[in-house]
């Protein structure tokens, strides 16, 4: 079982679907969400661990049930992946298919709440059967937090360069805003990070393209731009969590996402995953939210801090480019962070 991914440079054929098989007529859901200045908090795939399927070319618009595989294998491995809390997603090296039969592609399993030496962990499959050998690692880990659960736990620190993935969503089948912003930026990316780059199926909140999630570390970055994309992964790697950008931490329940954000704003930044969720529980809410959490979380050093967080709907928009009516969106709005703790205490 290899500890990285393929060599990215075997088949260098442009690849994935082109954007002229795409439709690119009227409005983009992207560039409504900007100029309306959506809020992207608490947007992060709600998912504890992810399987990840390496399909060279083209994808279909709800990629894995698409795949060429048998059809009572997918739902066997699809409904065992949702068991165990994962999301399945399609990856792919930026810009490249397989110009031929394919002996192996990668699989890989992350779980940014596992311990560091279980967290990622790659595999390879030539054959349909063996993405069992996948889903099987999904649930020991599943299995394993089960047994030793102890609450919601720290988020994910960064890992060695070898186990960090940069994925980036190209998912224009699903929305064309996936394609257009998201494959510009996948390039740029991979020509920092060529082994840790790859393009994904959808990640959620098609709107807020270009998306890229950091795995094992869980972070996931909306609104980013060929400018502005390296810069944030590199800020986030150097400790400095860009707050404008991050949309929130996989795993976690929207209020707890932007409770997390709200401490790395508001007292950071923080080094991502030294800050750890306490405790979470709903609250009566006041005023137009429709909800409301309060969330306690534990800083970098042992203190405490609480942070309630409201949630309310937006007016009803056109979400996504296939969108066929306006519809609400809830979202969560996190007040001042209170540190607990020390001489700081509010």
Not at 171 to 190: I, T
Request: glycine share 8%; hydrophobic share 40%; charged share 25%.
């Amino acid at each position: 079982m290899p500890a990285s991914p393929p060599d990215p440079a075997r088949d260098p054929v442009s690849g994935s679907e082109a954007l002229s098989d795409l439709d690119l007529s009227g409005a983009r859901c992207s560039d409504a969400a900007r100029e309306r200045h959506d809020p992207m908090l608490g947007t992060a795939p709600p998912q504890r661990r992810f399987l990840l399927v390496e399909q060279e070319g083209g994808w279909a618009f709800d990629g894995f049930p698409s795949m060429s595989l048998p059809e009572d294998l997918k739902a066997e491995i699809a409904a065992r992946a949702e068991a165990a809390g994962a999301r399945i997603m399609l990856i792919r090296r930026p810009g490249r298919h397989s110009s031929a039969v394919c002996l192996s592609r990668a699989w890989c399993v992350v779980d940014p709440a596992a311990p560091s030496d279980r967290r990622v962990t790659w595999g390879t499959w030539a054959y349909p059967a063996e993405l069992l050998g996948a889903v099987d690692r999904v649930e020991e880990l599943h299995a394993a937090q089960a047994a030793d659960d102890a609450g919601p736990g720290a988020d994910a620190a960064s890992g060695p360069d070898e186990d960090r993935l940069i994925l980036v969503c190209t998912h224009g089948r699903k929305d064309v805003c996936c394609a257009l912003r998201g494959r510009p930026v996948a390039l740029d990316l991979a020509r920092r990070w060529p082994e840790q780059v790859w393009e994904c199926t959808h990640t959620g909140g098609d709107r807020f393209a270009a998306n890229v999630v950091l795995l094992p570390d869980g972070a996931t970055y909306g609104g980013l731009d060929t400018p502005t994309a390296a810069d944030v992964v590199q800020a986030h790697l150097d400790g400095r969590p860009d707050t404008a950008h991050l949309r929130g931490a996989t795993g976690h329940p929207r209020a707890v996402q932007a409770a997390l954000v709200a401490v790395h704003e508001q007292l950071g930044p923080f080094p991502w995953g030294s800050v750890a969720v306490a405790d979470a529980t709903s609250v009566e809410p006041t005023g137009q939210d429709v909800a409301a959490h309060r969330v306690t979380l534990r800083l970098p050093d042992g203190r405490r801090a609480q942070v309630d967080v409201g949630e309310h709907l937006r007016p009803a928009a056109r979400l996504t480019c296939r969108a066929a009516a306006p519809k609400e969106s809830q979202v969560p709005v996190a007040g001042p962070v209170r540190v607990l703790d020390g001489p700081d205490a509010s």
